[in-house]
């Protein structure tokens, strides 16, 4: 499984920024597919994810509302729109998959797979 990911970049507050992560998963039977964060000094954290059982998206509750996760199984990619961006958000961002579904897909135990990450810097 490959995954690369694209479209960090630096924002002010407020802005927005839309990442994308080319991956080789969406032909397998079952798969889960994420978004990670980790800020310098800070744990990994979950972002928002999705399994490929029930097709919902989970978020973290720190960006409902204001990040969107979405798929084009055609294009064998997924992205992350982030809105409203705060400076809290800067880290450098992961794209993760797995070859299982799993509904606590926030955790990042569930993946065997990363991408090399994507910095994303929120800043005036």
């Known amino acids: 499984v490959q995954l690369v990911e694209s479209g960090g970049g630096l924002v002010q507050p407020g802005g927005s920024l839309s990442l994308s992560c080319a991956a080789s998963?969406?032909?397998?039977?079952?798969?889960?597919i994420g978004w990670f964060r980790q800020a310098p000094g800070k744990e990994r954290e979950g972002v928002s994810c999705?399994?490929?059982?029930?097709?919902?998206?989970y978020y973290a509750d720190s960006v409902k509302g204001r990040f969107t996760f979405s798929s084009d199984n055609a294009k064998n990619t997924v992205y992350l729109q982030m809105n409203s961006l705060k400076p809290e958000d800067t880290a450098v961002y992961y794209c993760?998959?797995?070859?299982?579904?799993?509904?606590?897909?926030?955790?990042?135990?569930?993946?065997?797979?990363w991408g090399q990450g994507t910095q994303a810097t929120v800043s005036s």
């Open positions: 993760a998959a797995d070859l299982g579904s799993y509904y606590d897909c926030l955790d990042d135990w569930v993946y065997d797979y």
């Open positions: 998963i969406f032909t397998s039977d079952d798969y889960t």
């Open positions: 999705m399994n490929n059982s029930d097709s919902r998206t």
